[in-house]
């Protein structure tokens, strides 16, 4: 009988040299996905550079989140904020980790995985078959292993050794805060955290293919919103507080993760010059910024300019 569907297969059941016997169409197990012929295969290939480039993107989300609100409710003058940046990258460093070590093979930095060929790969719940239009086959399964499960192991570790480890430090150093300021950072966490597994539930096939584009206008949003917000007009204002040249080389990084992520880096001596563009928006902001102060803009106007 012929297997229909785009995703159902037939499973090896037993192999005795060149004799083998598979099972009837259905469901592949997990870490397996069908091949051209509708036969379940084992995910035996290393992800390409992109597919890590997107792990990266959805290993930096609960890390920038929990910074952003570090220094939303630390408040200006608390000590407490540097430790608290420290210890968020070390939670979401330490669940990466952990998360590649349990994962498929087991006890070792690296993965295995299926191609991702399209996006119905990540929506295979919705390609179901019925041959006889009453009973449905259900074919759902991971074509995408381990890209889709990874990231919700992950974001349970970060949850889980943020709840280990980040009460314990805000109570000991935290001392410049009133006790109902001192938790909102992690309750903030335990928002955001539900929100990003839905976001990777519903969403995850595409942000896979949108995620580059993602990066490079929100960190352009946001790096304008900043140097607006603090005021700077020029380099000087850029060079007098270190703060604000952490936040520009952040920024400036995202810019590149976003620049590979798009070019993927498939023809290296076309693609990397590319990476020159980094300093650009920055560069237009200073250059500009004078031009558009609002205090010029209303002086001119008031003299008939």
């Known amino acids: 009988m012929a297997c229909l569907g785009l995703y159902c297969g037939k499973t090896l059941l037993f192999k005795n040299g060149s004799t083998e016997i598979y099972g009837e169409c259905g469901v592949c197990p997990r870490g397996q996905r069908t091949n051209a012929q509708k036969y379940c295969q084992p995910c035996t290939e290393f992800p ?11 290993a930096m989300l609960p890390l920038v989140l929990h910074w952003f609100f570090i220094e939303w409710y630390s408040g200006k003058k608390s ?4 430790f608290q940046h420290i210890t968020a990258l070390f939670e979401c460093t330490m669940a990466a980790i952990i998360t590649l070590l349990v994962s498929d093979p087991v006890g070792v930095l690296y993965i295995r995985s299926c191609r991702v060929l399209m996006l119905s790969d990540w929506y295979t719940m919705l390609y179901n078959p019925s041959p006889d239009y009453v009973t449905t086959v259900h074919c759902t399964h991971e074509a995408v292993y381990p890209l889709y ?3 919700f192991i992950y974001y349970a570790f970060c949850l889980v050794l943020m709840m280990l480890l ?6 000991k150093i935290a001392c410049g805060l009133g006790k109902s300021d001192r938790f909102k950072s992690i309750y903030a966490a335990l928002y955001f955290f539900p929100i990003l597994t839905v976001l990777q539930a519903v969403g995850g096939g595409l942000l896979y293919y949108a995620f580059p584009y993602i990066i490079l206008v929100l960190s352009l949003v946001t790096l304008a919103v900043y140097m607006s917000a603090s005021e700077i007009e020029n380099c000087y204002d850029l060079l007098v507080r270190k703060k604000r040249l952490i936040v520009l080389f952040s920024h400036w990084l995202l810019h590149a993760y976003g620049i590979i992520s798009i ?9 990397l010059p590319l990476l020159a563009l980094v300093p650009t928006p920055a560069l237009f902001y200073l250059f500009t910024a004078k031009f558009t102060e609002p205090s010029r803009i209303l002086s001119e106007g008031a003299n008939g300019h």
């Open 166 to 171: 980040r009460p314990l430090l805000v109570k």
């Open 149 to 151: 499960t990874i990231v």
């Open 48 to 58: 390409e550079l992109y597919d890590w480039l997107y792990l990266g993107f959805m």
């Open 263 to 271: 070019s993927r880096v498939d023809k290296l001596e076309q693609d």
């Open 79 to 82: 000590s407490s904020a540097l």
